[in-house]
């Protein structure tokens, strides 16, 4: 499928990574800023591992899964994506894009309100010129999540907030990838939706052996989302480890912080 090996390489391959951005200056005499949105970040996650990456508003999350994805350029370091290095600007990604998927935050934008759900989900296989049945592949993977038989001839706005989230999700892996990347994927749905769809989740992890990451701002749902967690603050990251033990003895200062405020919240568990 990919122009990559698979092997015993981990799934994805962080090595030094930094980014930075530079902001032209907004008043006349103002000068060019350079924000470090990634300080010297390595990790490793390997191929079937859920993790979940943890961090106050800023601290690089985003821009953290944006290189893993190949969607914005190191200022410095590798990202590799088993076992071959992800060059944004230089190579074509169409490799990394069929074996990578992403589903956002926000499940009222996300999605054209004048194409169907059927066309908004075979664009991955459109664009990744995948061969067979699109529209058989796009009805399954509708089935898979949840929804009415009829989805795909229905447009956005016949589906509620959750259903376009199990909706986005179908999306996300109707081409077969090999990681999903959620960016905030149920904060924007209320508690008992919130809970199915990370059950979905975690259901299409297990059936297809997928590699699971992240980014949450809800320290109460990682323990149901990821074995392991990754903890971020300005742009770097400041504990990894299994999340039973990040979330009961927190070796962080700012990972105790964000411990200790959220068992501060009234009738918050751990167990979510
Ligand atoms: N395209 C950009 N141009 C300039 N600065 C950027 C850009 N993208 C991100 N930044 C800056 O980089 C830093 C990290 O941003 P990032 O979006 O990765 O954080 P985050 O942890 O995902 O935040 P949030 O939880 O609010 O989404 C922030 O200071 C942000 O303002």
Same mark, same amino acid.
């Given at each position: 499928?990919?122009?990559? $090996?698979? @092997?015993?390489? $981990? ?31 390595? /990790?490793?996650?390997? &191929?079937?591992? !859920? ?12 821009? =953290? ?8 350029? $190191?200022?410095? @370091? ?28 926000? %499940?009222? !934008? !996300? ?36 929804? %009415? ?6 447009? %956005? ?6 259903? &376009? ?13 090999? /990681? /999903? ?5 149920? !904060? ?5 939706? &919130? ?27 990682? %323990?149901? =989302? ?15 480890? =299994? ?19 959220? =068992?501060?919240? $009234?009738?918050?568990?751990? &167990?979510?």
């Amino acid at each position: 499928m990919g122009a990559a $090996p698979r @092997g015993d390489h $981990p799934l994805v391959e962080l090595a030094g990574v930094s980014k930075e951005f530079r902001t032209p200056p907004r008043k006349l005499f103002e000068r060019a800023q350079t924000v470090c949105a990634l300080t010297d970040v390595s /990790l490793t996650i390997a &191929r079937g591992e !859920s993790v979940a990456i943890v961090g106050e508003s800023g601290s690089g999350k985003t821009t =953290l899964v944006r290189q893993m994805l190949g969607l914005s350029t $190191p200022t410095a @370091g590798t990202v590799r994506f088993d076992g071959v290095e992800v060059v944004p600007r230089s190579r074509d990604l169409g490799w990394l894009r069929r074996r990578t998927g992403l589903v956002f935050q926000d %499940p009222y !934008s !996300s999605f054209n309100p004048r194409r169907t759900i059927g066309q908004s989900v075979a664009e991955p296989l459109e664009g990744s010129a995948i061969p067979g049945d699109h529209g058989e592949m796009v009805r399954a993977v509708l089935e898979r999540v949840g929804l %009415p038989h009829d989805a795909a001839t229905r447009y %956005p706005d016949a589906f509620s907030g959750g259903q &376009r989230q199990r909706i986005a999700v179908a999306r996300a892996i109707v081409h077969g990838p090999e /990681l /999903l990347v959620g960016d905030e994927p149920v !904060s924007a749905l209320d508690v008992l939706v &919130r809970a199915r769809v990370l059950d979905l989740l975690a259901e299409l992890r297990r059936e297809f052996g997928l590699t699971l990451v992240t980014i949450t701002h809800d320290l109460g749902i990682v %323990p149901k =989302l990821a074995e392991r967690t990754i903890v971020m603050q300005g742009g770097r990251i400041v504990e990894d480890g =299994l999340t039973a033990d990040l979330l009961t003895a927190p070796k962080h200062p700012y990972t105790q912080q964000l411990v200790a405020s959220r =068992l501060r919240l $009234p009738g918050t568990t751990w &167990r979510g």
